[in-house]
């Protein structure tokens, strides 16, 4: 029969719709909450007013923190970031992305780039000291678009680009973007993204879920940036890569999380040996005496990790919980048989 181990609070918490949170995200999102202006790893474009997040409706219909460009009418910079550089490795491909969506009219201008000062090149091998990926206006208004841009490797000698702008609806790809390269000696990348020259105050433009990561296999697909929301059960966001959370490595784990957890219940399949066989006849234990002297011998009990062990490797919960429960259905065996000791002199006295 299986059986499943429940445990209360504070074990996990889950971000939802927290689309840009999963896989190898290089970019810091952690102030990615409601409120005007910069937050840490994302300088503003333009000034603090026009620069909100706050809660909306994203790519997937759900819930989640947006970043709204909200033009001031200068005709200038209207709102967006330069994020802080993040380190990569030169000879590696990154990827960029970012959703986006506009709101009224067409008025201003749409840019998703990289790094400035010569970190990348055209894959020809120009100099560009302005690259982005895509500039324009969005086939259609109220419409989130994925936008995809790539950095190859310093030494690809490829010429074709790879990027493109998808639509958040169909899944198609309906423009295309400039890839680039590294300049040989490039150490770290910056993500951009604006709304620019926006005489219209009545516009809005949405960003949401920007993502820098190496592409080495455990980035998500497109078709998962694209079809992992709200493609599941009601309420439900799907994965098909690895998850992490606050880490770009996720290991061998389908979830990674460098932080703290914490949830009202969380269910772990347990172990097919779960330690009813203590009862059985045949079961064997050690004596107290036999026990007493591997506690002083081991300084923890037998089955169970040491201190340097669950240090270095952590602890399973599934086992662990069963170990536990074999340590105490052992000891009321112990205590059973004391109570049986204890009755048997009082009845001889």
Known sequence: ?????????????????????????????????????????????????????????????????????????????DGGWNSTAVSIDAASMYRLTVWIKKLNSNDGTTYFGCSQNNVVT????????????????????????????????????????????YDGVTGAKVSNCTDFKFAAGAAQLVHRAYLYYDPNTSDRQFFYGPRIEQVNGNEPSIATLLGSLGTGAAGATNFSGKV???????????????????????????????????????????????????????????????????????????????LLLEKIEELTLYLIKQGKTIQELKNTQ
Do not use: C
Request: a negative charge; zero cysteines.
């Open 244 to 322: 992490g959370i606050l880490t770009s490595d996720p290991g061998d784990y389908a979830l990674a999380v460098k932080g703290k957890l914490r949830a009202q219940e969380i269910k772990v399949d347990a172990p097919a040996n779960w330690p009813d066989y203590v009862f059985e006849k045949g079961h064997q234990k050690m004596t107290l005496e036999e026990l007493a002297a591997y506690v002083k011998a081991n300084k923890h009990l037998p089955g169970i990790p040491g201190a340097e062990e669950v240090k270095e490797k952590g602890i399973d919960l599934a086992e662990m919980n069963r």
């Open 122 to 165: 055209a894959l020809n091998g120009t100099a560009n000291n302005n690259p982005y990926f895509w500039v324009g206006d969005l086939p259609e208004l109220d419409k989130w678009y994925l936008l995809v841009g790539y950095v190859h490797g310093s030494g690809d000698s490829s010429l074709v680009s790879m990027g493109g702008v």
């Open 1 to 77: 029969m299986r059986k499943t181990i429940r445990a209360v609070p504070p074990v996990i918490v889950f971000f939802t719709g927290m689309i840009h949170g999963y896989s190898q995200n290089l970019l810091n999102l952690g102030g990615w909450v409601p409120g005007t202006g910069a937050v840490t790893a994302f300088a503003i474009n333009g000034v603090a007013t026009e620069n909100q997040r706050e809660w909306g409706s994203g790519p997937g219909g759900n819930r989640v923190v947006v970043w709204k460009a909200i033009p001031n009418g200068g005709n200038d910079a």
